[in-house]
């Protein structure tokens, strides 16, 4: 068989070594990139082949097309798997998760290119690695709730890590931040125009590596970006999402949003909370529930978590209505169970986290 000929799956993870730096791209563009299990294995792959190999001293990690790095995990065949009484949603999940892990703990400098649309399974990628780096055309957020699921690929760390009450808001509105936003956050190390990525690729290739890669990475980076940017919308917006989103539970936060007027925040306010009243309730609750269990949990612990919930969600979460209202049937009318938030119970909501 020769090399062009290979199934068109493993073509789906482009994968070079150039100047000592192992180069992994994901080739789904039509798709944003998002994650097949099949491009989960190939990625993992590489990075344990990498691991061994003493030629390579970093990995680079991207998405190919201007779009974006990666829009997250391929839910639609994860919903149909699951419609169809198989078992490709429970696999998925304990194999990215295990990958997500994996670049966390990697011992080689990993750097991630976030050009566009980072979101959902692409923050549980870029998130592990050593050197985040964002664009003007950045977008990043976990998106989740918005289908009827919760922020998981290690959301429960690494949003609940987010300073004060910013990455509750995040984990729980779903909403996409850019690059100032997210350097701000600490979501995010470095912010390039995407002008100079052509330059990036220039150094990345003619880099000569001493005894500390990962500085020499950072001292290449640091010619070219920077690592704060001004008019970070999140830093005016602070005092008050810190204020809105330590309230005890999802009614709260609601009511208080469209009642309290703190200085000129409140059109903020107002849009946020019909944001909020447009997701599942049931996923709401139960990304709160996580992130605040997340915040007093190590790394492998919230990954735990994260799965035990994930196995019970196709079921008796909000998910397949999600998936049917907004990528197959695209009514936009999801039926969310229950309804509404005053229909929810606690003990709904406890159900998922019993037996950690």
Known sequence: MTAHAQSSATDQVLAEVRNHIGHLTLNRPAGLNALTLDMVRSLQHHLDQWAQDPQVQAVMLRGEGPKGFCAGGDIRSLHDSFKAGEKLHEEFFVEEYALDLCLHRYRKPVLVLMDGFTLGGGMGLAQGCDLRIVTERSRLGMPEVGIGYFPDVGGSYFLSRVPGELGIYLGVSGTQIKAADALYCGLADWYLDSARLAALD???????????????????????????????????????????????????????????????????????????????????????????????????????????????????????EGVRALIIDKDKQPRWNPPTLGELTAQRVDQFFEGL
């Open 202 to 320: 220039d150094g990345l290739d003619r880099l000569v590596f001493g005894e500390h890669p990962l500085k020499d990475l950072q001292g290449l980076l640091a010619k070219l970006g920077t690592q704060v940017l001004e008019d970070a919308p999140l830093a005016r917006l602070r005092p008050v999402i810190d204020h809105f989103f330590a309230l005890p539970d999802l009614p709260s936060i609601i009511e208080q949003l469209r009642a309290v007027t703190i200085g000129d925040s409140h059109p903020w306010a107002l849009e946020t909370a019909a944001l909020l009243e447009t997701r599942s309730p049931l996923a709401m609750a139960v990304t709160l529930e996580l992130l605040r269990r997340g915040r007093h949990l190590s790394l492998e612990d919230c990954f735990a978590m994260e799965l035990h919930i994930d196995r019970q969600w196709f079921e008796y979460g909000d998910i397949i």
